[in-house]
């Protein structure tokens, strides 16, 4: 098994590739490393990244910050105080300024989904949809490794009052018992796959005893960043044990693998992992955002796909890339992204047309971008609900005007001259949902 090993921009001259990360892109590292988190391990750089394509190599990419994920202006600011050496607290100043004007916490995560026992605030657990609960493990709020798009990256960047941690089980069990609508619990991160299973054991033993729920959902990274944990950890043959109690005691166990680009999953370790996994019982089901720069290109998608069949894992959404962070550099418009998908989608056989998307996942829900249709000589979105704040609004399909720019749904306007979209009018009664 390779040492795990770590890398940050504090590190970053111990990385055995340094030499081959010029100057220039190291002080690019270093600059947007001050304002987004970085954090690079061993498998990634001696297994995933090619360094003769360095710095056009999407794993890279996807790894390694970006120069234009910061604006031009805040580039400069940073990347003056670091060429400056300025002390420590005048860059976090600096770089919390920037951070705090960058969407941290989309989609009205806490203002709506922070869900009350009482008057007790349940910090650390969301609950947006009436039957799935997602919960954020205290110790496990760190990844194997960050990614460049990352959507929660204030989970990793030191903004305490912005981040989602809870490590008090009795209170998720009190509430899931006083939901019995709740049918699945979803645990999140940071990724959970980085704590030992004795942990892991002490958040999901209790719940294998509530009948209400039906599926534990563990959404995690670490099949691409650090398949080991599944392979040859000291503790992985405890973890797939324990994977099967889950899958014994009734309930089903889906392990929601983000996984981005076909190449994090042709690894001998990585499929070894997989099929360790599966043999449990288990259902690993994929996700990935559309990422601009690493993987908008059908033809990754198509591969990525195929290779997950192969595989066992079973596609399942394609994402667009959040209104937070580095969106500027990471997002792609909606037209581009639903050519991209139906280009991949028609290529693939039905075993493959599992997958959804691409999916905004926004304030009043999932909603998917279907196709671009002409009505009456007027070009539309089609828009879709798979998964909604009130329920209702489940499965509905909606219409938008054409906007070649548009990456996001607050940048579409209802279509057939209508003033709002039917579900705005209903948001401001979630304000104070549950």
């Known amino acids: 098994m390779l040492k795990y090993r770590s890398y940050t921009a504090d590190n970053l001259h111990t990385l055995p590739q340094y030499r081959k990360v010029s100057e220039d892109q190291r002080h690019i590292i270093k600059t947007v490393a001050s304002v987004y988190p970085f954090r690079v391990n061993s498998y990634v750089t001696e297994h995933l990244i090619d360094w003769s394509n360095v710095p056009q190599d999407p794993l890279f990419r996807l790894s390694f910050p970006q120069e234009n994920m910061l604006e031009s202006e805040d580039f400069e600011r940073i990347s003056g105080l670091v060429q400056d050496d300025a002390p420590r607290e005048q860059v976090l100043q600096a770089a919390r300024e920037i951070q705090l004007l960058q969407n941290p916490n989309p989609a009205g995560q806490m203002e709506l989904n922070t869900p009350r026992i009482g008057d007790e605030v349940l910090h650390g657990v969301q609950h947006k949809y009436r039957e799935s609960v997602l919960f954020f493990p205290s110790e496990a709020q760190i990844c194997h490794a960050y990614c460049t798009y990352c959507f929660r990256w204030p989970q990793f960047s030191g903004l305490e009052n912005l981040k989602f941690a809870n490590n008090d089980v009795s209170t998720l069990v009190g509430y899931l018992k006083n939901h019995p609508e709740v049918r699945d619990i979803i645990f999140t991160g940071g990724d959970p796959m980085v704590m030992n299973t ?133 997002g792609i418009p909606l037209a581009k992204a639903i050519d991209i998908f139906n280009n991949a989608y028609h290529k693939m056989s039905g075993l493959g047309r599992t997958v959804r998307g691409p999916s905004m996942s926004c304030s009043p829900g999932k909603i998917i971008v279907e196709d671009i249709m002409e009505i009456n000589g007027e070009r539309l979105f089609a828009l879709k609900f798979t998964q909604s704040r009130n329920p209702e609004w489940t499965n509905r399909i909606f219409f938008a005007e054409y906007d070649e720019s548009a990456t996001w749904i607050d940048d579409l306007r209802p279509a057939f001259g209508q003033e709002e979209f039917f579900f705005e009018p209903e948001m401001e009664q979630y304000y104070s949902y549950i």
């Not at 080991?228 to 950890?233: H, I, K």
């Not at 190449?263 to 043999?279: D, G, H, M, N, W």
């Open 198 to 330: 004795k942990t892991l054991k002490k958040y999901i033993g209790p719940l294998l005893t509530i009948p209400t729920i039906k599926t534990i959902r563990i959404g995690t990274k670490a099949l691409s960043w650090w398949p080991y944990r599944f392979t040859s950890e000291h503790d992985a043959d405890e973890l797939l044990r324990f994977f099967e109690q889950i899958i014994a005691s009734g309930k089903h166990l889906a392990i929601m693998a983000h996984i981005s680009h076909p190449r994090e999953i042709e690894t001998p370790v990585a499929i070894e992992a997989i099929r360790r996994l599966r043999s449990t019982g288990a259902v690993i089901r994929s996700q990935s955002p559309i990422a601009r720069h690493i993987n908008d290109c059908s033809d990754i998608w198509e591969t990525m796909w195929q290779k997950q069949i192969q595989l066992g894992i079973i596609p399942y959404y394609m994402f667009l890339e959040r209104d937070t962070g580095p969106k500027h550099y990471f």
